[in-house]
Each structure stands twice: as C-alpha cells, then as structure tokens.
C-alpha cells in the first residue's frame, strides 16, 4: 500500500525566504506526482504536476523536484511572500491516488 | 468554462438520512473522483470512474455508492444511503483527462452527520 509522508508538518517563514518543502512515497512504480495548494475552507488548486518520466518542473517562483528511485519529491518556493501562506499538498498517482497530510506554511510580512 | 461545479456546498443530516451530493465538470474529462478529507488525514479517494457508466471503489468505499450516467457522463453523484457521524467531512470531486493527466477540484461539500 502507497504511502505518502510530507514533512514539515507545519513551517513558519519570513517574507523573502527560500524554502523547501518535502514529499516521500513508499513505492516507486508511479505514474507521475501532482503538488496542490489549499486556502482554508477553499478546494485544491494544482501547482505543478511531474510526470514519472520526469525530474522537475518550474512555473514562476515554484519549482518541483522528482526522486522516484529514492521514493522523494520536493517543492522550492523562492522569495516567498505572505499570499503563498497556504496548506501545500502532494499526490501520487499510481494505480490510485494518494495524498500526503499536507504542509501548512505561514509567510510573516 | 466552469471548471468542475459541486452541489451543495453545506448540508447537515441526521444519523440515518440518506443524501446525494452532485459533481459537474464541462471539460469533457473521462476521469472523475470523489474524496473526502478529515483533518489530519489528508484526502482519501472514495470512489472513481473512468467514463460513463463506469465505477470503481477507491481507499475508503465503505457507506457510499457513486453513479455516473450514460447521457449525463459529465455529471458523477455520490450517494450516502444511511449517513452516520463518521461520514462528517469535507468531500471533493475532482476530474481528468486521464489517469496521468492533472486533476482539476471542485470547492467542495461540507456535510455534518448529526
């Protein structure tokens, strides 16, 4: 059974910083991994999506990062601002689809 | 375009009701989802469909039924047949194109089980 860890939990940074947040699976066999944004009480909006055959992909300051030998994906937000605050999730998609918990991030102006 | 549309976004039952929650898509997706998602859990497929009339049982099937029409495949309901407190959550359709294609969320139903 696919298991979907994101670590930290919660993450609390000052505007302007560069920050990583991880995602890690148990099983490699996947057909690609999709990062979500959440606002409270608001549906999930796709951030990027990385294909199994790919190593990252970049939209504006987000760039997203795929280990499937290692079982690990990242997301690196740079200059981060108060608007990215947010819970960020992952999925992976194999022959269903698993979430992560999520991290919840707080950018202090 | 709408995106993907749910109905309703609140409800409250009582233990024993039964309940159907509506998901719309006008993307012309063959894929479409229904998850729930409890705190601290993160989100759990409930069950999908990979065109019309088609369905599979997802992680948590259990107290659920789901049915996508043939002359309505852009809509896929989820049905609660005797709701119970359990089943108090946030639940999310979503659709795709395909399995490996992003998927694209509705803004979900908050529903109480009293």
């Known amino acids: 059974k696919q298991e979907v860890t994101q670590i930290p939990a919660a993450l609390s940074v000052p505007e302007g910083e560069n920050l990583v947040l991880n995602c890690s699976f148990t099983d490699s066999a996947i057909y690609n991994l999709q990062w979500f944004r959440q606002d409270p009480g608001k549906g999930l909006t796709s951030l990027l999506l990385i294909q199994s055959s790919q190593r990252e992909q970049t939209s504006g300051r987000l760039n997203a990062s795929l280990d499937k030998s290692s079982g690990r994906s990242t997301l690196y937000i740079a200059a981060s601002q108060p608007g990215d605050s947010a819970t960020y999730l992952c999925?992976?998609?194999?022959?269903?689809?698993?979430f992560g918990a999520g991290t919840r991030l707080t950018v202090k102006p | 375009n709408a995106g993907v549309t749910q109905t309703p976004k609140f409800r409250v039952l009582k233990t024993g009701q039964s309940m159907t929650l509506l998901c719309a898509q006008d993307?012309?997706?063959?894929?479409m989802y229904w998850y729930r998602q409890d705190p601290g859990m993160g989100l759990r497929l409930i069950h999908y469909s990979v065109g019309e009339g088609t369905t599979a049982k997802g992680e948590v099937p259990d107290g659920y039924n789901v049915s996508r029409l043939k002359k309505k495949k852009q809509n896929f309901l989820l049905g609660l047949e005797s709701a119970a407190p359990s089943q108090t959550s946030v639940y999310f359709c979503?659709?795709?194109?395909?399995?490996?294609?992003?998927?694209?969320f509705g803004p979900g139903t908050r529903l109480t089980v009293t």
């Open positions: 979503a659709s795709s194109y395909n399995r490996v294609y992003e998927q694209y």
């Open positions: 993307m012309n997706h063959e894929y």
């Open positions: 999925a992976v998609i194999a022959y269903d689809m698993r």
